[in-house]
């Protein structure tokens, strides 16, 4: 597994959580990093991404203004800070590195996807 993601767990509603995406292995180090999430019976949606400098970002709508995506290039790093959560913020979140320098909401965009963390929001 080249990307790892963590900082999972369950939370209730209205509550923060920050997730970590790293990376052993520095596969997206000029890469565009995507959170994506997968919840019961869903089909794998996407959350966030960030080009590989930083630069740009890009937001589901669900998520916009609630989630913060960033990365820490030194660290090989991507979080995700996710406030303001909900119920259907419940779900598996993974995270993935970019074909490409700037990020895509595709998932067909990304490879070397790691294994999930889950996240659970009750009401």
């Known amino acids: 597994v080249q990307l790892q993601a963590s900082g999972g767990g369950s939370v209730q509603a209205g509550g923060s959580l920050r997730l970590s995406c790293a990376d052993s292995r520095r596969t997206s180090s000029n890469n565009a990093v995507g959170w994506f999430r997968q919840a019961p019976g869903k089909e794998r949606e996407f959350v966030a991404g960030?080009?590989?400098?930083?630069?740009?970002?890009l937001y589901a709508d669900s998520v916009k203004g609630r989630f913060t995506i960033s990365r820490d290039r030194a660290a090989n790093t991507v979080y995700l800070q996710m406030n303001s959560l909900k119920f259907e913020d419940s779900a598996v979140y993974y995270c993935a590195a970019g074909l490409r320098s700037v990020p895509q909401s595709g998932s067909g965009g990304y490879r070397y996807w790691g294994q999930g963390t889950q996240v659970t929001v009750s009401s």
């Open positions: 960030i080009s590989w400098n930083g630069g740009n970002t």
